[in-house]
């Protein structure tokens, strides 16, 4: 009977015992790849600081903590890559797209306002070289001043007589005159007529001292077309300088006379140089000369400020003389330089108009008066 129990003992121990083993055993055949820790002693250093222990991080390097991947299992492994999703893929797709489109667009708005300018230099290089250009009172070659003679001064005075009547009356001076004077005067008004022969729409030409505005004046039916057309018609990003389309075929019998051109600061070409006149002493200094088949107008700058388009600075129509003189008078005192300039009855201005090239509607504003005329 001992002897029984004996046998019974040893048999409930070596279940107890494989009982004990069977989690590590099953641990063990889930993952056949790892290996017992070893049994080391770890010491302890009560001097090792937190300084010691991130210059030790530090020391790492990369190729040690990638051991991994060449086989050493016991070292840390790179965390799987997630999966992009389909929505995702799609959306980057289409980001690549629109930046695409962008960098393209940009691209051909580039070159197009590249070619603007470069065809704009071209065609207004030849018309600048079939203009006749002349700036009476100047010297001729033996330095005598051969048109001071037929040069006449206008005031503001005798209101009942318009502005044009007068110089009219002037033009019986020159009658058997056969001057050099005579001669640009011929030149010019044959330099007109060859561009009006390629568009009917020329009304003149613009020449501001000290600046590179020397172009043919247009007058279209709107204030539109010349905005992007060359004189010539063709099509050009730059425009050309054009007056405002309500302008009367006398310039002289317009109280206030618009004119229009682009900023293009590259090259300082069309209206650009307008900003040269914010220099006290060009502003002071500089004429503006309008030639027509009438003659040549010479005006004096009297005002310059910056001002948005709100500010109806390019007003053309007024109701009475007296209306207009309340504003030649006013846009006078907006100048950033001062002036002793004033408005009288007979008096006329032209006011030269251009975009900032900062603020949308900022403008640049070049108001002058007529003060002399040649005929």
């Known amino acids: 009977m001992a002897k029984r129990k004996n046998r019974k003992t040893v048999a409930a121990k070596e279940e107890a015992t494989v009982s004990a083993a069977a989690p590590a055993m099953v641990e063990k055949a889930q993952d056949p790849g790892m290996v017992p820790a070893p049994d080391v002693e770890i ?13 030790s991080v530090d020391a790492l390097t990369e190729e040690e903590l990638m051991a991994g991947q060449s086989g050493n299992p016991d070292a840390p492994q790179k965390p799987p890559k997630k999966k992009r999703s389909r929505a995702a893929n799609i959306f980057q797709l289409a980001l690549l797209g629109i930046f695409g489109t962008v960098f393209v667009v940009s691209l051909v708005l580039l070159g197009h306002n590249i070619w603007g300018k470069i065809e704009g230099g071209k065609i207004y290089d ?7 250009l002349f700036i009476p009172g100047q010297t001729d070659a033996s330095g005598a001043y051969p048109w001071n003679n037929t040069l006449t001064c206008l005031s503001g005075d005798a209101a009942l007589q318009s502005l044009f009547d007068r110089i009219n009356s002037g033009k019986t001076d020159n009658v058997g005159n056969t001057s050099g004077y005579d001669q640009d005067m011929e030149q010019m008004r044959a330099s007109l007529t060859s561009l009006r022969e390629v568009n009917e729409d020329v009304y ?3 020449y501001v001292e000290g600046t590179n505005i020397n172009y043919p004046l247009l007058r279209g039916t709107d204030n539109e077309y010349y905005l992007d057309h060359s004189y010539n018609h063709n099509y050009l990003p730059i425009g050309s300088i054009f007056l405002d389309c309500t302008t009367k075929d006398v310039i002289t019998d317009n109280y206030n006379t618009v004119i229009y051109g682009h900023n293009v600061a590259a090259g300082s070409m069309m209206f650009h140089d307008v900003v040269k006149l914010l220099s006290e002493d060009l502003f002071y ?3 503006i000369y309008i030639y027509t088949m009438d003659g040549v107008y010479i005006y004096q700058p009297v005002s310059i400020y910056q001002t ?7 007003r053309t129509q007024f109701g009475s003389e007296a209306s207009f003189l309340e504003f030649a008078n006013e846009v006078v ?3 950033k330089f001062p002036t002793d300039a004033t408005f009288s009855s007979g008096d006329t201005m ?3 108009s251009t975009c900032t090239n900062g603020a949308a509607n900022g403008r640049y504003a070049l108001h002058a008066k007529l003060v002399e005329t040649v005929s």
């Open 308 to 314: 948005t388009s709100d500010y109806q600075y390019f």
């Open 333 to 335: 005192s907006n100048s």
């Open 43 to 55: 010491p302890h250093n009560k001097d090792f600081t937190y300084e010691d222990f991130t210059q």
């Open 126 to 132: 030849e018309a600048e070289e079939q203009f006749h």
């Open 204 to 206: 003149g030409w613009i």
């Open 285 to 287: 200094s500089a004429k």
């Open 350 to 352: 032209i006011t030269l």
